[in-house]
């Protein structure tokens, strides 16, 4: 079975860090296109990272750019997300998702797997 499951998400401060993580089951992190998303109150779905094995390619929304890192540690099947200088506006439903076959997929639709999600508010 597969099994997407995101953890690291809290109350911080602004301008300080957090670190996502995404565990998977069934299949390994390298396998897929894997993505995070976020959802604000009031605001759509929408794609913030992804990382495709074909040369490790990575995408960043533009909001994020130089602030959150993706990666990922095969040994451990995880996917991370390092979030710094976090702002107010960063204050969202953080989703982590697998089984898209490019990187940047900016639609759900493009993937198959996905967590729970796990809060991250961002106080000023």
């Known amino acids: 079975e597969m099994q997407v499951a995101e953890s690291g998400g809290g109350e911080v401060q602004a301008g300080g860090s957090l670190r996502l993580s995404c565990t998977v089951s069934?299949?390994?992190?390298?396998?897929?296109?894997m993505g995070w998303f976020r959802q604000a109150p009031g605001k759509e779905r929408e794609a913030i990272s992804c990382i495709i094995s074909t040369f490790d390619r990575t995408y960043y929304q533009d909001s994020v750019k130089g602030r959150f890192t993706i990666s990922r540690d095969n040994d451990k099947n995880t996917l991370y997300l390092q979030m710094n200088s976090l702002k107010p506006e960063d204050t969202a439903m953080y989703y982590c998702a697998a089984g898209a076959k490019s990187c940047p997929s900016l639609s759900d639709a493009s993937y198959n797997y996905w967590g729970q999600g796990t809060q991250v508010t961002v106080s000023s």
């Open positions: 069934g299949f390994t992190v390298d396998e897929y296109a």
